[in-house]
């Protein structure tokens, strides 16, 4: 069986051949059989006018057919080079953003005198009772249980466990850290404990003393773990009772747990912190 389109151009071909035919007898004897030529003539002009037609028409809708087939492969084409140029930019934006963080921690390490090593979190516990991240960073680096982790913004926590390649690290809004630290308006001194949550409170400030919402509180240094100086966070609220002999302080840490994504871990140290001495 032919297709329909077969049998169209087989078609076509018949009526074009038949038209040539006509055409050639015709012109041999144009002046003996002009009469005839005519009829022939009259017979054969509507089948020439739909043939011309019909070639136009195919004409066009084939130059119509590569027209869009050439649009449709060039939006493709336009439509890879966009999502290449997207990702470049997104590329491009996120090198950018890594540099100003990188540029940050830089800065901040010259605050810092002694060894330190630059670390990448590469993992965070999903559960909802420990805050604790995972550092690319262990053994082989130096690093080991006990040296305390920060950023430019403040305290981050302290290594818990140190693999050959990789440390947890143990966060300070942790149920189970304590940092011992100041309030560094008045001097005066607490236990910074994590309470789960992205906030700490600040416990064992003996209620005679002023402190309000807003003062900042640093690490004191006497714990050995932190240095003196380092930003832990800022008073957000105070819970007044009318029994009991501390303040119940509620404190909202200055590091994002949930962005930290490089951070310094320190080996030995000696801070330099101007703003600390202002404080004194």
């Not at 002009?45 to 869009?68: C, E, G, K, S």
């Not at 605050?111 to 516990?125: F, K, P, S, Y």
């Not at 992205?198 to 900042?216: E, Q, S, W």
Request: proline share 3%; net charge positive; with cysteine.
């Amino acid at each position: 069986m032919f297709s329909k389109k077969t049998v169209m151009i087989i078609g076509v071909i018949i009526i074009v051949s038949v038209n040539i035919i006509f055409l050639s007898v015709s012109s041999k004897y144009r002046y003996p059989a002009y009469s005839s030529g005519r009829v022939a003539l009259n017979v054969v002009a509507p089948f020439q006018d739909v043939i011309t037609n019909t070639m136009r028409f195919a004409t066009n809708i084939w130059r119509h057919y590569f027209f869009l087939v050439s649009a449709a492969r060039e939006n493709d084409n336009l439509k890879k080079e966009l999502s290449s140029y997207i990702q470049k930019s997104n590329e491009y934006h996120e090198i950018e953003l890594s540099n100003i963080r990188l540029r940050n921690l830089f800065d901040f390490r010259q605050n810092i005198t002694g060894q330190v090593v630059a670390a990448e979190v590469i993992g965070v516990d999903p559960s909802p009772w420990y805050r604790t991240i995972v550092i690319n960073k262990g053994k082989s680096d130096g690093i080991r249980k006990g040296m305390p982790v920060v950023i430019p913004e403040g305290v981050v926590g302290q290594v818990i466990d140190a693999g050959n390649h990789s440390s947890k690290v143990l966060l300070v809004i942790d149920q189970n850290s304590a940092v011992d630290a100041l309030v560094q308006r008045n001097r005066v001194r607490g236990i910074v404990k994590g309470i789960s949550s992205d906030k700490c409170i600040l416990k064992y400030v003996v209620r005679r003393h002023d402190i309000g919402a807003g003062d900042i509180i640093i690490t004191s240094g006497f714990d050995g773990v932190f240095p003196k100086g380092l930003s832990i966070g800022y008073v957000e609220k105070i819970s007044q009772s009318s029994s009991g002999l501390f303040h119940e302080v509620e404190i909202t840490p200055y590091a994002d747990f949930e962005k930290i994504e490089e951070v310094l871990v320190l080996k030995s140290f000696s801070m330099n912190n101007p703003e600390d001495k202002k404080g004194q």
